[in-house]
């Protein structure tokens, strides 16, 4: 009960923000804008990584991607702050962003097929159901995303497992509480045909980008996150592997 009447009251409180973004984001000028910028930005990140970025490694070049198609120009710049192997050197803030980019990809892609499929394509009228299996299929490419990389280097499954509910529970959590939240606060009795449902879910992935963010930051300073390899030594290796041959 204390937890429903607290869901009561945060949605009260944030019910200014709610009145503010639905008609931008039901907006079709506003949103064939963003559309644009997003293939525009789409655009850069390919070009950049065909003519300067290939010794990135291909799930990167995938994160990226998809990061970018999510946040337009925003996922953009946090890949030229962090994801490029001309970075002028190495940071907190940089591993951060990309430990983030590398969670957001996978739960990303999560909510959306969870959305898409149980609010969307099925229509469930339980906002607690659609809750749950969005969330579980946000976990579940989360972790995929960390799982997979790991066996193909050798790490047993169990390991392998460990490792990503170790690393990656508390980002993915924080992110899809923000993102989820955000996206029913906004949208929750939108349907698949309006434009309001896919406006909220862009929206709403960025937002939870931006919240988990410090976790994964927090998460790199003290150790239980790599945050993902630095791309200027990626680049630098593969110049001196060019030099040698």
């Known amino acids: 009960m204390q937890v429903h009447q607290l869901l009561k009251q945060t949605e009260h409180a944030l019910a200014p923000v709610r009145h503010v973004m639905k008609p931008v984001l039901s907006n079709p000028i506003v949103m064939g804008i963003w559309a644009l910028l997003v293939v525009v930005s789409v655009g850069i990140l390919l070009r950049d990584i065909r003519r300067r970025n290939q010794a990135l490694p291909s799930l990167m070049k995938g994160v990226w991607t998809l990061v970018v198609l999510y946040s337009g120009p925003f996922g953009l710049a946090v890949y030229w702050y962090s994801g490029r192997t001309q970075i002028s050197h190495d940071s907190l803030w940089r591993r951060g962003f990309r430990s983030t ?29 659609t809750t749950l299996g969005t969330f579980t299929l946000a ?25 990503a509910l170790y690393s990656e529970t508390p980002s993915i959590t ?10 029913l606060l906004i949208a929750s009795q939108a349907k698949i045909s309006d434009l309001l449902f896919w406006g909220a879910l862009a929206f709403s992935l960025s937002i939870g980008f931006l919240f988990a963010f410090p976790v994964n930051a927090l998460l790199v300073h003290f150790g239980v ?21």
Do not use: W
């Open 101 to 129: 980019a590398h969670c957001y990809s996978g739960c990303g892609a999560g909510e959306v097929v969870g959305f898409a499929l149980l609010a969307g394509l099925l229509a469930l009228q339980s906002t607690l159901i």
């Open 225 to 245: 996150k790599e945050g993902m390899m630095n791309p200027a030594e990626i680049g630098r290796d593969q110049g001196q592997a060019q030099t040698a041959d």
């Open 174 to 183: 924080i992110m899809e509480i923000a993102a989820i939240g955000t996206d």
């Open 139 to 163: 976990y579940l490419f989360g972790y995929a995303l960390t799982v997979g990389p790991l066996m193909q280097e050798g790490v047993g499954f169990r390991e392998a497992m460990f490792d």
